[in-house]
């Protein structure tokens, strides 16, 4: 209970934000959640929740991004509520509290929120609810997942071609859905390129410790890693770092790391899941409702998924990596969701 209270007073003083199309100026909290399809003259209310920090460089701004495109673009009103741990306890409360302060339309950003999505929107069928990077659905439930886990073989097939020691890392933090997924993708693209590659994969439960994730990238690269896949938020520094001290070369994920470190960034497996919010509100708007069910977004949308690769890659290697990306797109080849292999113990 101390818990739930201390999440439904986060935004007990926070306004919606109008839109660049609406009305000026901060709009006032409004009461119970009405009907989500608008009339004449009325502004979408949309609440947005980030199990994390809204300014983490990674998957959380990504998504925050993608709503504040939405509030630019579409003329919407947002609330968000941002920062708590991505715990069930805690996230029930906030989507809670958004949906009974007006919100049209809820958009839960991350895996971690299905649960959490599902037992909100059954109490809220008036209110609509999507779940980015999501695996559920219900009458006024939607997922909008971006594929990631595409780019993520890419990622790779990559680290297989251009690994000189014959052992790559994987490094991620909880074990969500799509940091699943992704693992599963990158392991299947390294096997599937050169299975004599040692993989070594990781996942140290926290998206966002420095200092955690520092000890990992040093144990992964005294085992022989020199290629490491990082699919972290804020806890990428400690990665970097380590990969710096080492000249361990990286590949990062969500936006392009190649840009803002090309000195450690080999590649970046890019997936805008910021897109699947921005869409989930567009949908919204203009139809009145998001997309039933789940909807996927991969390489076929190179805006949305695709590996960006530094300078330093050879032709041979982005060739290599495009036939892959082809046989994605059009279906031949599937990428798998599960991975069964060992586990590195730090």
């Not at 701004?61 to 968000?80: M, P, T, Y």
């Not at 279906?331 to 069964?340: A, D, N, S």
């Amino acid at each position: 209970m101390v818990l739930e209270r201390a999440a439904r007073n986060l935004i007990s003083r926070r306004q919606w934000l109008a839109g660049a199309a609406g009305a000026g100026g901060l709009l006032a909290l409004s009461g119970c959640a009405g009907s989500s399809v608008l009339g004449s003259g009325q502004s979408l209310k949309v609440g947005g929740v980030f199990a994390g920090s809204r300014s983490d460089k990674g998957f959380m701004e990504a998504g925050w991004r993608g709503l504040e495109k939405a509030r630019q673009e579409l003329g919407v009103q947002i609330s968000f509520l941002d920062g708590m741990a991505p715990k069930k306890e805690l996230l029930v409360p906030a989507l809670t509290q958004l949906a009974e302060q007006g919100a049209q339309l809820v958009v839960a950003h991350g895996g971690q929120n299905n649960q959490a999505a599902a037992e909100v929107a059954a109490r809220f069928p008036k209110t609509r609810f999507v779940v980015t990077q999501g695996l559920v659905q219900g009458s006024n439930l939607s997922s909008y997942d971006v594929l990631q886990e595409e780019s993520a073989y890419l990622a790779g097939v990559l680290a297989a071609l251009t690994t000189r020691t014959g052992v790559v890392g994987h490094m991620s933090g909880i074990r969500v859905p799509p940091g699943l997924k992704g693992r599963a993708a990158y392991a299947a693209g390294v096997r599937d390129t050169n299975p004599k590659v040692k993989l070594l994969t990781n996942f140290s439960g926290d998206q966002d410790d420095n200092a955690l994730s520092y000890r990992v990238a040093q144990a992964q690269i005294a085992a022989g890693a020199d290629v490491i896949f990082t699919m972290l938020n804020s806890g990428r520094d400690g990665v970097t770092r380590a990969c710096r001290e080492k000249k361990v070369r990286q590949i990062g994920n969500v936006i392009d790391w190649t840009a803002i470190d090309p000195e450690v960034f080999v590649a970046s497996a890019w997936a805008d899941v910021g897109i699947g919010a921005y869409l989930a509100v567009k949908d919204m708007k203009e139809q009145g409702a998001p997309r039933p069910g789940i909807v996927k977004i991969g390489l076929q949308d190179p805006a949305a998924v695709r590996l960006i690769m530094g300078q330093g890659v050879s032709a041979q290697v982005r060739s290599r990596v495009e036939q892959a990306s082809k046989a994605i797109a059009s279906g031949q080849l599937k990428v798998p969701e599960i991975y069964e292999g060992t586990e590195f113990a730090v």
